[in-house]
């Protein structure tokens, strides 16, 4: 008797922990997506008015980040410099490895990588559009994360409660 007591404390507590973590998970989807988008204003800046060259603008705005932005625009800049590709590949290599498709939402992450594929390829004019349209395109993406916010973050702790108050319902 003692054992299922203890077995179902252990379900309630890891159901909760896993509500708790799918949170945690959408707030840093949230702040990266932020992020994301501040360090392609930043780079817009940087092209645009600086005239500086990809790589240099990319460890520029790295400086000015924090976390996995950071690490990103700074791993681009490295392999620019080290000449490890065309920047669409490294632009889309960089984004696989520090962010992957966990950390952005389905479209930010298409619509980030589309922004690579502009990237150095074109004048400056068409590339500072390009990162206009995709911060445009973030914003609205931001906007939805944050009307979702109260209730997602709400959602999940709950969800998961309630799921391990079932499971131990179904076990014991």
Sequence with gaps: M???WCGGMLIMIGSVCVGIWLRTQYLYRLQTTKDIQCGISLLKGEI?????????????VALR???NSRLFFQTVSERLQERGGTVEKVWRESIENVFGRRL???GDYEEFIRLGNTLGNLDVELQVRAMELCMKRLEESISCYEKEK??????????GTFGGFLLCLVLL
């Design 48 to 60: 645009q008015y600086g005239r500086v060259p990809l790589p240099e603008a990319c460890l520029s």
């Design 65 to 67: 980040l924090h976390g």
């Design 150 to 159: 109260k209730n997602q973050t709400k959602l999940y702790p709950v969800v």
């Design 104 to 106: 952005l939402g389905a």
């Design 2 to 4: 003692g054992m299922r």
